[in-house]
């Protein structure tokens, strides 16, 4: 008779990523690579080619419904798109954005928004930017056992009190604020941070300062891991120029539109569906 040997399901899934294993990534030092991702199908892409964790970042609003900025996005957006990517991200930790005005005008705004972003999508954790200021925020999700990540520097969010899109961080002043912001969000209890638009010398100093992982986005090579909009390096954006920080991994615009093109001919001149395509 041959044994029967029951397999649980915890000997059969691949083990889902969390906030603490991002954490011990630092520890171990393992360098921890992040992409941003808004559906279902990328988000596959990105779970089955290994990526630990991805971000529904609210550049959504830019990327995906065009806005100018992202301060249009809503909690309902927010929480559409996260679970998208949930259901295609099977190992990945799914960071999700807490949106402009979700987290801003009281604690208990920010406490009810972020069990909502948890609750309502399957998201493993949620994000919000800004340091001194947020940090009294932070610590209320996290004792929450909500696990947070911060988002420092040059924060979308704040580009009209920034004057523009603007790397910060380049003055003495604004360095040593930026360190201090940094050394809050650590201290408020969140497991990671991003770095966004600041000089390489800060993102390192700050990386070296802090337990907790680094993710950088335009802040240089010394921070734990790097994180860059998906459609970004996929070379899928439709503005003509990338930041600076932005390496295009493929040309996906170029390979979109000759597969348009050619579509478009063989409609026209009846050359598609042929026999194989028809029934
Ligand atoms: O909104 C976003 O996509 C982000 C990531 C770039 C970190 O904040």
């Not at 899934?13 to 690579?33: F, H, Q, S, V, Y």
């Not at 190992?91 to 402009?100: G, H």
């Not at 809050?184 to 802090?210: C, D, N, Q, R, W």
Request: hydrophobic residues 45%.
């Amino acid at each position: 008779m041959p044994k029967i040997v029951f397999q649980t399901s915890i000997e059969t899934t691949m083990k889902k990523t969390t906030a603490p294993d991002i954490l011990r990534m630092k520890a171990e030092g393992k360098k921890i690579p992040v992409l941003t991702a808004y559906g279902f199908q990328i988000a596959s892409l990105l779970d089955n080619a290994g990526i630990p964790l991805i971000i529904v970042g609210d550049s959504l609003g830019m990327v995906e419904a065009g806005y100018d900025t992202t301060l249009p996005v809503t909690m309902d957006e927010m929480i559409y798109h996260t679970r998208s990517v949930v259901r295609g991200a099977g190992t990945a930790l799914v960071v999700a954005d807490m949106p402009f005005g979700s987290y801003q005008a009281s604690l208990d705004e920010a406490r009810t928004n972020a069990v909502r972003l948890i609750k309502e999508t399957g998201a493993g954790a949620v994000k919000l930017e800004g340091g001194i200021r947020s940090a009294e925020t932070v610590k209320a999700i996290v004792n929450m056992d909500i696990p947070v990540m911060g988002h420092i520097g040059l924060t979308p969010q704040s580009v009209h009190a920034m004057g523009g899109y603007k790397v910060q961080g380049k003055e003495a002043w604004s360095r040593a604020a930026l360190a201090q912001d940094a050394l809050a969000i650590e201290k408020a209890g969140a497991f990671a941070m991003v770095l966004e638009g600041i000089p390489a010398s800060l993102a390192k100093e700050i990386t070296a300062s802090v337990k907790i992982p680094t993710i950088g986005i335009g802040a240089g090579v010394h921070c734990d891991g790097q994180v860059l909009v998906v459609n970004d390096m996929l070379g899928i954006a439709m503005s003509g120029r990338a930041p600076k920080f932005v390496k295009r991994y493929a040309d996906l615009n170029k390979v979109i539109s000759s597969a348009v093109k050619e579509y478009i001919k063989e409609v026209e001149a009846g050359a598609f569906p042929s026999d194989d395509e028809s029934y």
